[in-house]
């Protein structure tokens, strides 16, 4: 099905199930612990291949340079060890999709921890120790590692992200010059900390080969990417690999990719002969796979004293291994606030640390951060509202292409409403004067915005004897609650009870689907089995001699003219088709809006932060699941805050890594630090999206968060920290005095 | 009493680990036998003496509810009950645990009979990619029953006093659970519904 005109009504409109609050068809499962997760398919009762051995991965232990020696005699002799397979014995593989780091293979070493070794053996216990007895020396090259060094050598990157083509930069109208007349300005210089993934789940594989073919058990957002992926690699036909990722422990992007677990998994069971099974160990996370990286941010604001922007300058730069992309820190800022001279562009620095990847909202995220910190300084210094002077700058058009509109936007509606509900009144826009005991209390605001990307996706369903419904695609669910809304869709489709729905996903033998990643799964996979139950539908009415574009499916039953029939009574049916994208998207733009707000308290003593409120008031098109879209959210408002109170990869400058490469050393919210998070979805079905009308939302809920309560801080303290995350010891000396 | 001796003989055992390592033999590392009940059922197990007891539980019982996020005693994915208490079980060795009574998510119930903490969190969507979950919803049961038991917390106001149930007591005691998708808000929502009841 290609979707080429704005959708009309159809049977998703009827909101029986779809858009109804729905508690997750995989939850008695996930609260039983019997979901099983990549690393638990073995033993008798859920294994999926018998004989499984362990595999344990050793990093190497400097970030550039090259593996001189390795003696793994010892490790090869160690109790219960099945076999070694190194660096040195393997030619470096070609780079897989979207990762640029070297994943295995050749003496050479491009970044920390990157895989030099995995050991198969008998039990886990006997595979960690002899990895340990392995004996590597290095030639260490000097690395570049500090972004800060490095920024005034960064290159303005291409509009692909990278430094192959024409440096880009936007550049509309003539922003020098406006600004330099602008009546009221901001200039300032923020920096972004780079960040870890964390998900709980660390990377987990088991591979099997049977002859030429290969299976891998897996945690991996994008199944197809990654089964073509995995295959170039391995140098193979793609129809020999299979993937399979039926439940996924959190990736937040960083399980977009195939990474080392899944290749050492399958070179390592080629080398024994046995299936292997590998879980990436905590502290190997970090370093070994991706990051979002750190980035040193501009913003020049320029505008009238009625708030109007006349000037718009934003760029940025950040570092990557060569060949890597920059962090698209200016992409929202392109599309967000009318100004009529623009000046955005990025830069890249070519470093030596860990490779820096889509972690959620990249771009969006650290971007948002600081432009909507600028925004709030400028409203500080017109001496307006933070609500009003977003308001006063909301554009219904791009605003590099006036002639192109959105397909919906109602930003002034989000922050307007948001702004009531939170009690926004109520702030002194007057920063540090509202104490509560030892407490400086404050409110911030951001506006949230990303991007609605419309990507093919496929499913099949098919129609059992009994007239229940088997949905089967490879998409997966990452905690989005895919399983749910698929259910939903194809409920609401064909007429039938949710419970009478069966959703299989993750095995790439199945149609191949959107996949999960930039907030695009649940928009366009649920569209995926749209398409599928449309073929459906005019199979059965067929079959029951009904004319098809009459047919109303309702409550099991198929009903046309004075006709009906059960759908059962049309025996076993199959469809299959995939949703496909005209060009609405070029001629709309197509994006989500947010109001975040938020109050904190900061301890006048020592510079605590404590976050006591959240709001969030989203526009997404239609909520497909309120239950499982508002989880979806109030995930990124936590993330949100950990990106700007706690969350930093510490960078050791000299030996190239991040030190703080654990759970421990890594913080990220716990349940003390977040309070009670409100959500508020408005109800904007987007007809040029997609037949669900619907857009994504797990990007959104993070996109301004950070802004948000960057700028209640400032509220509350009267102190800016433009260096996230803001941990008290940046503001603790400025701290209003005690009295 | 009974950990301590094992522990004990564990350590007795290491310079055989070590001996083994150098001299390059494939002898089998040495194994102790360990017996303890695992959900009311009784498990005897030989067992590598560095097995902990999340892995004697995933790897060697099939019991993969308990989860491993980080092997370190960071994550609280792992958190299973011993006799009672919590604990991160990737923390404490297999053989440590001789006799003892432990609760894994799997003892609690199952998809076709909830415990009403598991209830809760579905019906509060207290989770999302759901590999912290298990884990949380132990610690849940495991913190109802500390304030119940009156074992104060760092958040009270008087140390002294019973604790109460609130979501700042609930915040506090549950913060050695990490929900890297976020859904503290919710898991506080279901874990009060349980309280109240
Ligand atoms: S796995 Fe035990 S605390 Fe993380
Ligand atoms: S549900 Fe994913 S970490 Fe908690």
Redesign the pocket.
Do not use: E, S, V
């Given at each position: 099905m290609k979707f080429e005109q704005a959708a009309g009504t159809n049977p998703i409109d009827r909101q029986k199930i779809i858009g109804q609050p729905t508690s997750r068809i995989d939850g008695p499962l996930?609260t039983t612990g019997t979901a099983p997760y990549a690393h638990e398919r073995h033993g008798p009762n859920h294994g999926v291949v018998p004989n499984q051995s362990y595999g344990y991965i050793l990093g190497a232990g400097i970030a550039k340079g090259r593996v001189a020696s390795m003696d793994t005699q010892e490790a090869a002799r160690a109790p219960g060890v099945l076999g070694i397979v190194t660096t040195l014995e393997q030619e470096l593989l070609p780079p897989g999709q979207g990762i640029v780091a070297n994943i295995f293979g050749g003496a050479e070493i491009r970044h920390y921890h990157q895989a030099i070794a995995v050991v198969m053996a008998e039990t886990f216990e006997q595979a960690r120790a002899a990895a340990n007895m392995i004996r590597v020396d290095y030639d260490r090259a000097d690395g570049r590692f500090d972004l800060a060094t490095l920024a005034p050598q960064a290159r303005v990157a291409d509009e692909s992200g990278k430094l192959k083509g024409e440096p880009f930069k936007v550049e509309v109208g003539d922003f020098a010059g406006a600004f330099a007349e602008a009546p009221v300005t901001v200039d300032a210089t923020y920096t972004t900390a780079d960040e870890s993934h964390a998900?709980?789940e660390p990377f987990a594989s088991i591979a099997a080969w049977e002859g030429e073919k290969l299976t891998v058990w897996t945690s991996n957002q994008m199944i197809a990417w990654s089964k073509g992926s995995l295959a170039k690699m391995l140098g193979m036909k793609p129809e020999n690999v299979r993937l399979d990722s039926p439940f996924i422990?959190?990736g937040f992007g960083a399980k977009l990719w195939v990474r080392a677990d899944a290749v050492l998994a399958a070179l390592g069971a080629k080398k024994v002969g046995r299936p292997v099974r590998i879980a990436m160990q905590r502290p190997l996370v970090a370093n070994n796979t991706s990051h979002r990286p750190a980035t040193i941010q501009q913003v020049k604001l320029g505008a009238t004293p009625d708030g109007r922007l006349t000037a718009f300058h934003h760029s940025s730069t950040s570092g990557n291994l060569p060949g890597g992309d920059v962090e698209v820190a200016t992409q929202q800022s392109r599309l967000l606030y009318a100004a009529p001279n623009r000046e955005i562009f990025m830069k890249l620095a070519v470093n030596d640390l860990p490779e820096g990847n889509a972690m959620r909202a990249p771009g969006e995220a650290p971007g948002l951060m600081v432009l909507e910190m600028a925004m709030d300084e400028l409203a500080e210094k017109l001496g307006m509202d933070p609500v009003e002077l977003r308001i006063v700058n909301d554009t219904q058009v791009d605003p590099e292409k006036p002639e192109r509109p959105f397909s919906e936007r109602h930003l002034v509606e989000c922050l307007r409403r948001g702004a009531e509900e939170f009690g926004w009144n109520r702030r002194n826009p007057k920063p540090a004067q509202v104490r509560d005991g030892r407490w400086l209390v404050g409110m911030g605001m951001a506006t949230g915005f990303r991007n609605s990307m419309a990507t093919k996706s496929a499913a099949r369903v098919r129609l059992q004897r009994d007239g229940s419904l088997v949905v089967e695609t490879d998409m997966t669910d990452i905690?989005t609650g895919t399983y749910t809304i698929l259910a939903q869709t194809a409920a609401e489709m064909m007429g039938l009870p949710l419970d009478r729905v069966t959703v299989r996903l993750g095995d790439s033998d199945d149609p191949a689907s959107a996949g999960s990643g930039g907030q695009w799964g649940a928009a366009n996979s649920t569209s995926g089995v749209y398409a599928a139950c449309v073929k459906l539908r005019t199979a059965i009415a067929e079959k029951l001699g009904m004319d098809p574009t009459t047919a109303d499916f309702t409550d099991g039953e198929v009903r046309a003219g004075n006709r009906s029939a059960r759908l059962s009574d049309a025996g076993e049916l199959m469809a299959e088709d995939r949703i496909e994208f005209g060009d609405l998207d070029k001629q709309y733009q197509q994006s989500t809006f947010a109001g975040h707000f938020c109050e904190v308290a900061v301890d006048s003593y020592t510079g605590e932060v404590r976050v006591h409120r959240m709001l969030a008031v989203c526009e997404a098109g239609r909520i497909l699941n309120p239950v499982t879209a508002r989880s979806q959210v109030i995930g990124g408002m936590t993330m949100g805050v950990g990106s700007a109170l706690m969350e930093e990869l510490a960078v050791d400058t000299r030996f190239g890594l991040f030190v703080n490469h654990d759970l421990a050393g890594y913080e990220v919210p716990v349940h003390a630090d977040i309070p009670h998070q409100q959500v508020i979805f408005l109800d904007h079905p987007d007809d040029k999206a997609n037949p669900l009308k619907a857009k994504g939302v797990g990007e959104l809920g993070l996109c301004g968060v950070g802004a948000a309560v960057a700028n209640a801080i400032y509220n509350a303290t009267g102190v800016r920290v433009r260096d996230y995350p803001i941990t008290l010891d940046k503001h603790l000396e400025k701290l209003p005095q005690v009295a | 009493m009974l950990a301590g001796s094992g522990a004990a003989v564990a350590l007795t055992q290491a310079p055989g680990v070590q001996a083994q390592g150098s001299s390059g033999g494939a002898a089998t590392p040495p194994t102790m036998p360990v017996s303890f009940t695992v959900n009311g059922k009784e498990a005897e197990l030989t067992l590598d003496t560095r097995v902990t007891l999340l892995d004697a539980l995933r790897e060697h019982l099939e019991l993969t509810g308990s989860k491993k996020g980080c092997d370190h005693g960071q994550c609280g994915?792992c958190t299973v009950m011993v006799n009672g208490t919590r604990i991160n079980s990737c923390l404490s060795l297999a053989v440590q645990h001789q006799g003892d009574e432990i609760t894994t998510i799997e003892g609690l119930g199952t998809p076709d009979n909830l415990h009403p903490m598991q209830a809760a969190f579905v019906k509060h969507d207290g989770?999302?990619?759901?590999?912290?979950?298990p884990g949380?919803i132990c610690s849940a049961v495991a913190t109802l029953a500390e304030i119940r038991a009156g074992i104060p917390s760092h958040v009270q106001d008087d140390i002294t006093a019973a604790p109460a149930f609130s979501a700042a007591e609930l915040r506090e005691r549950m913060s050695g659970n990490?929900?890297?998708?976020?859904?503290y808000s919710n898991i506080v929502d279901a874990i009060t519904e349980v309280a109240g009841a």
């Open positions: 996930k998900m709980m422990g959190g905690g | 994915a989770y999302q990619c759901g590999y912290c979950t949380q990490i929900c890297r998708c976020g859904a």
